[in-house]
């Protein structure tokens, strides 16, 4: 295991590379101003498994959003080799941390809400419904309605109506923290595998550090003051088995530092 | 317990079960049917008939030989409120969507729908028969529409409101148009408050339209209730009325029931929502 937080991330698959920096990001509300994170300079491997850690609150969403154009930053560049791109040109898919399926609809449409909203053509529309939820083991749940299933299954359409799109990258936004552990545990070991079928570029946060390890080829991690404080490539070969000696070494020696770090840098009370 | 015994006692819990489901409803209109016949028996028929003269009293309003047009009058009166319920559903989902979805037309409208909360139904009646006199559509028209049409507003506005903003969030996240969101989100979700809006809209649309066909117009079931009110004749009032009670009672329970077939993706299996 690697780490250093000049350390760009790189794994087997990946060849590209997106680079950000300088990323900053500031509310202000009336007088009085909250920075959110400031001086982020990281890189994401495309076609890598990438996630960004930290406690509730240092500003991992915050972060996602802004990469994803969903919210403009206060400055900053992104380039992907070199060269320059606008903030929120990504081609994306997003899963967020409820299913925020829409009730009136069934699975099946649920997804082809997705596919219309990105202009695709009708005539494709059902096929790629079937082979997503496929994909996610609900084919069979195609015309029941989000109420009638579980919510790992409502998860899993999540899933499936982000990729339904053939996005270029995946953002996901803690999806698995409001499932049970069991049901959690099945959804990271799929999502591997689709991953791996798929080849997407993931982003991921969570706050979950075995759950970060178990996934990730690198990991971003935030400190409680909005700052970069580590990225840790995980170098463990894939597929990987939950309870691997070496992806336990991986973490506790990456929440040791994160420790260690905490104490040597209290809180930032005035924010 | 023997076979017969457990069957006698299974058809006595079947038995039980429907007199606990429908006993209310039975005991409710026994009291009615007692009440009413105490009353009826104590007082002369043109204040209060009983059944048998009540029976008599049908005969009269629509048998052969009957002062007014059952027809023509209830038609009259249904096409009113017709009318004005059409009026005000279109008027106050419109409003009330505007002012669901901009807090500045929501500051601007929100003055007229407390003020005309505040105006008394029969106020609104008065008002309208001085400014348009007699007229076949306008005094029912106008009064329901000004009475109406802000409670339906209201509670569109507070449809919208009660919208998780967490999904047109996750549309944005996929680019969705905002025709595309309206189409999807916004009036999926307001549909059970638009049903129960037009529930409420005619339910009150009738009741208001009676009160302004007496004292606005020359022709509907208002006229001839305030006509037999003037001739002294309960009996003949109540022949009026009934029907038409009975028929926005079904009218009502005929829509709940396509309500509650329509949303059952609501009731049916409801575990708890996600955080």
């Known amino acids: 295991m690697e780490s250093s937080a000049d350390t760009p991330a790189t794994t087997g698959t990946a060849e590209t590379t997106i680079t950000f920096s300088n990323l900053r990001k500031s509310f202000s509300d009336g007088d009085s101003t909250f920075t959110v994170f400031e001086d982020l300079d990281f890189d994401i491997a495309e076609g890598g498994f990438t996630s960004i850690m930290g406690p509730s609150g240092c500003g991992k969403s915050t972060l ?3 990469i994803a154009g969903l919210i403009p930053a206060d400055d900053g560049e992104i380039t992907r080799n070199g060269e320059r791109i606008e903030p929120g040109s990504f081609f994306y898919g997003y899963v967020f941390q409820e299913p925020r399926l829409l009730d009136w609809l069934t699975i099946g449409e649920n997804i082809r809400f997705a596919l219309r909203a990105q202009d695709v ?4 529309q059902s096929g790629r419904i079937y082979r997503y939820l496929e994909l996610v083991g609900l084919e069979d749940k195609i015309d029941s309605y989000p109420q009638q299933l579980s919510g790992g299954m409502r998860q899993r359409v999540g899933i499936a109506r982000a990729l339904a799109i053939d996005p270029d990258i995946l ?3 803690e999806p698995f923290s409001s499932l049970d552990e069991f049901t959690a545990k099945e959804l990271r070991k799929d999502l591997l595998d689709i991953w791996q079928e798929t080849a997407k570029t993931i982003i991921f946060v969570t706050h979950n550090s075995s759950e970060a390890v178990f996934l990730s080829d690198s990991i971003l991690i935030l400190d409680g003051n909005g700052k970069l404080f580590d990225q840790v490539s995980v170098d463990v070969p894939r597929p990987r088995r939950i309870g691997d000696e070496a992806l336990i070494e991986t973490e506790s020696a990456m929440m040791e530092r994160f420790f260690a770090h905490l104490q040597n840098t209290p809180a930032d009370d005035e924010q | 317990m023997s076979e017969t015994e457990r069957s006698v006692n299974a058809s006595r819990f079947g038995l039980q079960a429907w007199v606990n489901g429908r006993l209310p409803i039975v005991i409710s209109v026994l009291v009615v049917v007692v009440g009413w016949n105490l009353t009826a028996a104590t007082t002369p ?4 008939p009983t059944a048998v003269e009540l029976v008599a009293a049908f005969q009269e309003a629509f048998g052969p030989g009957a002062e007014f047009s059952a027809v023509n009058n209830y038609g009259m009166t249904l096409a009113r409120v017709a009318v004005a319920s059409i009026c005000c559903l279109v008027v106050g989902v419109t409003a009330g969507i505007v002012m669901g979805t901009s807090e500045r037309a929501d500051d601007y409208l929100f003055v007229y729908v407390l003020a005309t909360f505040a105006f008394p139904s029969v ?7 001085i400014w348009f006199g007699l007229t076949i559509w306008f005094v029912a028209v ?3 529409f000004m009475i109406v049409t802000p409670y339906v507003a209201i509670s569109i506005k507070e449809g919208i409101e009660e919208l998780d903003p967490k999904l047109p969030e996750m549309a944005q996240a996929f680019d969705a148009s905002p025709l595309l969101v309206w189409q999807n989100i916004y009036i999926p979700h307001l549909y059970p408050h638009i049903f129960s809006s037009i529930r ?23 006229q001839i209730i305030n006509f037999y009110f003037q001739a002294n004749q309960n009996h003949m009032i109540i022949a009026w009325a009934l029907p038409m009670m009975l028929l926005m009672f079904g009218v009502d329970r005929g829509l709940h029931r396509i309500e509650t077939e329509r949303y059952s993706w609501r009731t049916d299996h409801e575990p708890p929502k996600a955080a």
Request: hydrophobic content about 55%; cysteine-free.
């Open chain 1, 121 to 124: 053509p009708p005539e494709d």
């Open chain 1, 64 to 66: 996602l959003n802004v």
């Open chain 1, 171 to 173: 953002f996901m936004d």
């Open chain 2, 200 to 222: 409420l809209t005619i339910t009150l649309a009738w009741k208001i339209t009676l009160i302004a066909e007496i004292f606005g117009t020359t022709t509907g079931l208002g």
């Open chain 2, 142 to 144: 106008f009064t329901v």
């Open chain 2, 123 to 129: 106020i609104w009646a008065f008002l309208a028969v």
């Open chain 2, 45 to 48: 028929s043109y204040i209060f």
